[in-house]
């Protein structure tokens, strides 16, 4: 399973709130940690997931919607 970076970010601005307003609820005092991870430089730890998850409406029961299931190509038969 994957991380899907994109669905975080879909779900950010859903939400209407920018990488700033994500950083603040984080407790970060710029935007940077968060823009980091929501671009794939910075790797998501499990605690931050929830939160961000947490933040943008979901339950730690929801997290699976911010993952892909990657498939070999020789296994989609």
Do not use: H
């Amino acid at each position: 399973m994957t991380l899907d970076l994109l669905r975080l970010k879909a779900e950010r601005v859903a939400k209407g709130l920018s990488q700033d307003e994500m950083a603040r609820k984080m407790g970060w005092k710029t935007r940077t940690p968060y823009a980091k991870r929501e671009n794939d430089i910075v790797n998501i730890g499990a605690d931050e997931l929830v939160k961000m998850a947490s933040i943008l409406g979901y339950s730690k029961n929801e997290l699976c919607i911010f993952f892909t299931t990657t498939v070999p190509e020789r296994e989609r038969l």
